[in-house]
């Protein structure tokens, strides 16, 4: 009897093949077991195209260990590529090319110029959306600068809060601001001040070599000084259906301008850091409440715009009043920050959701492999 198969395609970190989510893999792989999804992990680098095989990654739960095996190519795919600036993600692309008949669970989102414009386009959204402009010159900054305090400047390709600068117009001080921010290796800038002719310069120099968003700064820092913002996680789940996971809360480190883990923040359950943000359980109840209803309308919304998801990550801030904005939307979020403030079944059911969604599709939309492997 064969057995439904799913392929967890993703890219090598580097030359040494070297896998980011290794721990992940090897908890979804044991999971499948158990709900009978037969999964393994492959990278288009172990494609072997005139033979339609993979050399795949495969982990057995019984021995604890990884090992190679030759397997065909799976009908159905859970794409957990993320950019790089690599010859290995040129390859992803002419794989997702040469097999782009095949089941792809998700699909790449576009950059987040494009879909800041596809969320504006709805009524629903726009109120939900932080003022944004396409940086094309300096004309773009000190337009931004005349509405909002403060902005930041954010790559529209980027990820991880790096190359963000964060720019504060200073009440003491005419016409001086405050810089802050992270290099594309996720580096502190160290805090500044500065006249507007020297941050047009800076931020000018800052943007060559890339598109950059100019975006309102919503009121976010805490108490204690850091920055903060929520972390929602809305998937499809066994029956083929958008569901919220969960949502954490997320600080910043100290002297950092962004929230993100891998920045040196960490976790809190939405529900404890919005009670102290917003002073009552009965606004951080409400909070919770609209930002699950706005994150599954999203989710839909964006799946018609651009084709087949099956999870997505968005991160939101609220301001003291309550009010929802979308920072940004990810399709291939991190689980870690479940697992980091303490909510170990959320990030159990953030793992199983995409299997349960796979063996979804299996029964009602007729995909259909044969598991047969050879070992190496």
């Not at 900054?141 to 190359?163: C, D, E, F, Q, W």
């Not at 969960?246 to 529900?271: D, F, I, Y």
């Not at 991190?334 to 959701?353: H, I």
């Amino acid at each position: 009897m064969s057995q439904p198969v799913l392929g967890i395609l993703t890219l090598y970190l580097n030359e040494a093949k070297q896998l980011e989510e290794k721990s992940v893999y090897q908890k979804m792989i044991t999971q499948g077991k158990r709900i009978g999804l037969d999964v393994f992990v492959f990278t288009p680098m172990d494609v072997h195209s005139s033979k339609e095989l993979i050399h795949a990654l495969v982990f057995d739960p019984q021995t604890g260990k990884w090992s190679r095996k030759w397997r065909p190519i799976p009908k159905m795919i859970y794409d957990r590529c993320r950019i790089q600036r690599s010859e290995r993600f040129q390859q992803l692309l002419r794989f997702r090319s040469r097999y782009n008949h095949l089941t792809f669970l998700n699909r790449p989102l576009r950059n987040k110029w494009t879909i800041h414009q596809t969320f504006s386009q709805k009524s629903r959204f726009r109120p939900h959306m932080p003022e944004t402009v396409l940086y094309q010159s300096s004309a773009d900054l000190l337009r931004m600068l005349k509405h909002s305090p403060v902005i930041y400047v954010k790559p529209a390709n980027g990820t991880g809060g790096r190359g963000i600068l964060r720019i504060e117009k200073l009440k003491n001080a005419q016409g001086m601001f405050d810089i802050q921010g992270r290099r594309q290796d996720r580096r502190i800038i160290t805090p500044r001040k500065v006249s507007l002719t020297r941050l047009t310069s800076i931020v000018r120099q800052w943007c060559i070599g890339g598109r950059f968003l100019v975006q309102q700064g919503i009121p976010l820092r805490l108490p204690g000084g850091r920055f903060h913002d929520y972390r929602m996680l809305v998937q499809k789940n066994g029956q083929g259906s958008w569901e919220m996971t969960g949502m954490a809360g997320r600080v910043g480190a100290a002297r950092s301008v962004t929230s993100n883990l891998h920045g040196g923040g960490h976790a809190v359950k939405a529900e404890i850091l919005l009670r102290e943000w917003l002073g009552s359980v009965e606004k951080a109840d409400k909070a919770m409440k609209s930002s699950e209803k706005l994150g599954l309308e999203a989710a839909a919304f964006l799946e018609n715009s651009f084709s087949d998801l099956c999870e997505l990550a968005l991160d939101l801030a609220i301001d003291r009043e309550g009010r929802i904005y979308v920072l940004e939307v990810n399709p291939k979020p991190a689980r870690e920050v479940f697992a980091r403030s303490g909510d170990s079944e959320t990030y159990r059911k953030a793992l199983l959701r995409p299997l349960e969604y796979a063996l979804w599709v299996y029964k009602n939309k007729g995909t259909s492999n044969s598991v047969k492997a050879t070992e190496e």
